[in-house]
């Protein structure tokens, strides 16, 4: 049966504008992206939902394209994540799609987008690349290229956030949300409710902070990549004066 939800992306992506390097992040297209898996390792656990919802910034949430997964893993679920994510065993196999199928798909929409310089928007990003280059290993190998493959367009607002706001406390999605004044659509840990929340997050980054506006789509990455050197070496030292050991991971 087609996917109703999947043909409207189809659609909106080809009507979708080629943007330009010089294109500002508070004017710009976005394609959020959240997944729901079987636990936190990339490469052994897996997908079992997900969340595309291509933004329009003239039109805004209600001109939102979303296609979204169920995906059966073939692998176990754990206590924990069903526990955050609701999903168990029994539901994934007897309601998901095929894991080749959705994956092909997810990394389709994604590349189209990513040819249209429209960058890839994710909390916490490099978690959700992660699995998606994880599950695409597993099931598309040779078939599909990995998104960590090439110069892929990410827009995160976890690490905006960290350099334009320097608040203590957690930084999960859900407070940031509240500390931007976003108002979720649904439960956080739906990975389509987490995908808007996320996108609904540029919009008060970009209005509060003119230098975040102002950042284009050449200049994104390495603004990030900066931007998250600089919050890794001063959590590092804050570790280090806890007698804990320092982070070491890269950003994408």
Same mark, same amino acid.
């Given at each position: #049966?087609?996917?109703?939800?999947?043909?409207?992306?189809?659609? =909106?992506?080809?009507?979708?504008?080629?943007?330009? *390097?010089?294109?500002?992040?508070?004017?710009? +297209?976005?394609?959020?992206?959240?997944?729901?898996?079987?636990?936190?390792?990339? *490469?052994?656990? *897996?997908?079992?939902? =997900?969340?595309?919802?291509?933004?329009?910034?003239?039109?805004?949430?209600? *001109?939102? =394209?979303?296609?979204? +997964?169920?995906? /059966?893993?073939?692998?176990?679920?754990?206590? @924990? $994540?069903?526990? !955050? /994510?609701? &999903?168990?065993?029994?539901?994934?196999?007897?309601?998901? #799609?095929?894991?080749?199928?959705?994956?092909?798909?997810?990394?389709? &929409?994604?590349?189209?987008?990513?040819?249209?310089?429209?960058?890839?928007? $994710?909390? /916490?990003?490099? &978690?959700? !690349?992660? #699995?998606?280059?994880?599950?695409?290993?597993?099931?598309?190998?040779?078939? !599909?290229?990995?998104?960590?493959?090439?110069?892929?367009?990410?827009?995160?607002?976890? !690490?905006?956030?960290?350099?334009?706001?320097?608040?203590?406390?957690?930084?999960?999605?859900? #407070?940031?949300?509240?500390?931007? @004044?976003?108002?979720?659509?649904?439960?956080?840990?739906? $990975?389509?409710?987490?995908?808007?929340? =996320?996108?609904?997050?540029?919009?008060?980054?970009?209005?509060?902070?003119?230098?975040?506006?102002?950042?284009?789509?050449?200049?994104?990455?390495?603004?990030?990549?900066?931007?998250?050197?600089?919050?890794?070496?001063? &959590?590092?030292?804050?570790?280090?004066?806890?007698?804990?050991?320092?982070?070491?991971?890269? +950003?994408?």
């Amino acid at each position: #049966m087609e996917n109703t939800e999947h043909t409207s992306m189809e659609q =909106a992506l080809a009507s979708a504008p080629q943007q330009e *390097g010089s294109t500002r992040l508070g004017d710009s +297209w976005l394609l959020g992206f959240d997944t729901e898996t079987t636990g936190t390792r990339p *490469g052994k656990d *897996g997908i079992v939902s =997900a969340s595309l919802v291509l933004r329009d910034p003239a039109k805004g949430y209600s *001109g939102d =394209a979303v296609a979204t +997964w169920i995906v /059966n893993p073939h692998r176990h679920i754990s206590k @924990g $994540a069903s526990r !955050v /994510n609701g &999903f168990t065993d029994q539901q994934l196999a007897a309601e998901g #799609m095929e894991p080749e199928q959705a994956t092909a798909q997810m990394a389709g &929409f994604i590349a189209r987008a990513q040819d249209k310089r429209i960058p890839l928007l $994710a909390y /916490n990003a490099p &978690f959700d !690349v992660q #699995m998606l280059d994880g599950d695409i290993a597993r099931w598309c190998a040779g078939s !599909v290229k990995p998104l960590s493959e090439g110069d892929l367009l990410v827009v995160d607002p976890l !690490v905006l956030d960290r350099e334009i706001s320097h608040r203590s406390g957690r930084r999960n999605l859900g #407070m940031t949300s509240e500390y931007y @004044g976003v108002i979720p659509h649904g439960n956080f840990h739906n $990975a389509t409710a987490d995908t808007v929340a =996320a996108v609904d997050l540029i919009k008060p980054m970009t209005t509060l902070f003119p230098q975040v506006a102002r950042i284009t789509m050449d200049s994104l990455m390495d603004w990030q990549r900066q931007a998250q050197a600089k919050w890794r070496e001063q &959590f590092n030292q804050h570790l280090i004066s806890q007698g804990r050991r320092p982070v070491i991971d890269s +950003w994408l």
